[in-house]
């Protein structure tokens, strides 16, 4: 197996080093045991001021329980350019050319609970992000509203890589509806940040450096004090081959 590929044991010692560090920055990270077994996951709960598609927001809120749920982006989101009839989402949006960037209309702004979860994937060998997110009346957000709360620049290359991109889907401890970013690309962009640690001969823990990558897609900062806060147990060990 690569070694650009985490096993299990290595996943659990990264998290571990990143649990001693959240504390010390008090950055809200738990492990979270599944009652009645052993395995676990890193869990860290958020609230954001969040900008979301207010026709989403009125369309969800019509839908009520009656709404089918999404199991794919596809199903409500298309790329540019894809033949058919685009979701709100994507019809609301203007391109800025002087900006490079899009930005949303008819949006609202709103205060939201986020729960990220991070498992462990023996299928792709990496780190999994998992999250939910309700309102602060304790409502769910649909895909669709998810979609409208990820900045435009990180929408935008989602939308463009449906192989790398927000889905929804049963959690695989919790069996609970969970979305979550697929994992099919990591080890392609965590290859040169580990090369790079090995090549200058420094620490690094997997599961931060990929959470800094990832988290902020979907909200999750990554605080710049973690990479000042090395806890004394973290080696390059941990991410050469055995």
């Not at 609230?47 to 199991?71: F, I, N």
């Not at 033949?83 to 960037?101: L, S, W």
Request: charged share 20%.
């Amino acid at each position: 197996m690569s070694w650009y590929v985490l096993d299990e044991e290595k996943f659990h010692h990264c998290c571990q080093l990143l649990l001693q560090q959240s504390e010390q920055l008090r950055d809200g990270w738990i492990w979270e045991v599944v009652q009645g077994s052993k395995e676990g996951y890193l869990k860290k709960t958020a609230l954001r001021l969040v900008t979301l598609d207010s026709k989403a927001a009125q369309k969800q809120e019509r839908s009520g329980s009656d709404s089918e749920p999404h199991t794919s982006c596809h199903s409500s989101v298309k790329p540019h350019g894809q033949e058919g009839e685009q979701p709100d989402c994507i019809r609301d949006e203007v391109d800025d050319e002087d900006a490079g960037i899009c930005t949303v209309t008819e949006s609202s702004s709103q205060v939201l609970q986020f729960e990220y979860h991070i498992l462990y994937s023996c299928s792709y060998g990496s780190p999994v992000l998992y999250f939910r997110a309700f309102t602060l009346e304790g409502r769910s957000l649909s895909l669709e509203e998810v979609w409208s709360s990820v900045h435009p620049n990180f929408r935008l290359r989602l939308q463009n890589s449906p192989l790398n991109t927000i889905t929804q889907q049963e959690h695989p401890l919790l069996g609970q509806p969970f979305f979550v970013l697929h994992p099919c690309k990591t080890e392609e962009f965590m290859r040169p940040v580990l090369q790079a640690a090995q090549d200058q001969h420094r620490p690094v823990n997997y599961v931060l450096s990929w959470l800094s990558v990832v988290g902020p897609v979907v909200g999750l900062d990554v605080p710049l004090k973690y990479s000042t806060v090395v806890h004394p147990a973290a080696s390059l060990s941990s991410t050469e081959p055995d």
